[in-house]
């Protein structure tokens, strides 16, 4: 590029030729439009949107609760079969990810058979049977890896016993809630404790969120989010306790209710983290609007032992 190019020409002898005007237009000059004023009104004023199917996730989720209901109240050991079956869907899909994402050979047969076995004797044997059968499920994943080359092995059998941990051994604790004489009203609270934990931060987060509660992990969750969760949980429990549990009164229901929503926050972004560092948005797409088994167990699975704990804290074994 030349120097002509950043300011008046220089006197060279050259004559710049008259540049033709055009014709003045006739009629009156409008004025042009903005472009924004030309768009439609959609796009002017966008309107918050959900990232999932919001029709889909509630018919989904309404129809899980009428599956959950009907084994709970109906026959017990059928809602076993449900938490077995969940258990082993979101086993699968934690070992394909990482097989995916990480090239991490998780053994799936010893842990699907464990994981499944850990809830059974959970619930017909108490949590002596769920840490035998934990520490049954830890060997056979030992031994099954065995069959493939050393390589990784280490690697491996690290990555399948901590997702026996995480997922099934988890589960259990469901079963051991449910092991009670009351065990049905005592599971049905602690899983509407959990759903309306959830509900209150997505209401209160997506109306009021302005402040980041773990950027780096979870953009979307918020300080205000949480306190949405810690109230509509903390109430719900205060109703709950006195209404469904025997012996349950409602300051107990305010205890539950918070370690219900601070123990379902933290599982959240426990699973957030993993999905992030696999570079993954759902653990899958099995449930339209929610995405994997994974992605709704990620609350349910670290809050069943806190609310054990407190169910055995306040009101006995049954």
Not at 43 to 63: F, H, N, S, T, Y
Not at 174 to 192: M, Q
Request: hydrophobic letters at 50%.
């Amino acid at each position: 590029m030349n120097d002509s190019s950043w300011g008046p020409p220089r006197a060279t002898g050259y004559v710049a030729r008259p540049q033709a005007v055009p014709p003045a237009p006739a009629g009156p000059v409008r004025e042009p439009v903005p472009a924004a004023q030309t768009r439609p009104m959609t796009e002017q004023q966008p309107r918050k949107r959900a990232g999932r199917d919001l029709r889909a996730a509630v018919g989904v989720g309404l129809a899980l609760g009428a599956v959950v209901v009907a084994a709970l109240f109906v026959y017990k050991p059928a809602f076993i079969g449900v938490i077995a079956v969940a258990v082993v869907v979101g086993l699968w899909e934690l070992s394909t990810r990482f097989a995916e994402r990480k090239n991490i050979h998780v053994p799936l047969p010893p842990l699907a058979v464990g994981g499944a076995a850990m809830v059974v004797a959970g619930y017909f044997g108490g949590s002596e049977g769920a840490w035998i059968a934990m520490a049954l499920t830890g060997m056979a994943v030992l031994v099954w890896r065995m069959l493939r080359p050393p390589e990784n092995y280490l690697r491996d059998v690290t990555a399948g016993v901590f997702v026996a941990l995480y997922v099934p051994f988890m589960a259990t604790f469901v079963a051991l809630i449910l092991s009670a004489d009351d065990g049905s009203w005592r599971v049905l609270t602690f899983l509407l404790l959990t759903v309306i934990s959830d509900t209150g931060a997505y209401a209160v987060g997506w109306r009021f969120g302005r402040h980041k509660l773990a950027p780096r992990i979870s953009p979307g969750k918020t300080r205000e989010g949480l306190a949405g969760a810690l109230l509509f949980a903390m109430v719900a429990g205060a109703v709950c306790m006195p209404l469904l549990i025997d012996g349950g009164t409602w300051w107990q229901g305010l205890v539950l209710g918070l370690g219900v929503s601070v123990s379902a926050t933290l599982g959240d972004l426990g699973e957030s983290m993993i999905k992030r560092d696999l570079g993954i948005k759902d653990m899958g797409s099995l449930l339209p609007g929610h995405g994997g088994i994974m992605d709704r167990l990620d609350s349910i699975l670290p809050t069943a032992p806190v609310v054990w704990l407190l169910f055995l804290a306040f009101v006995g074994a049954g």
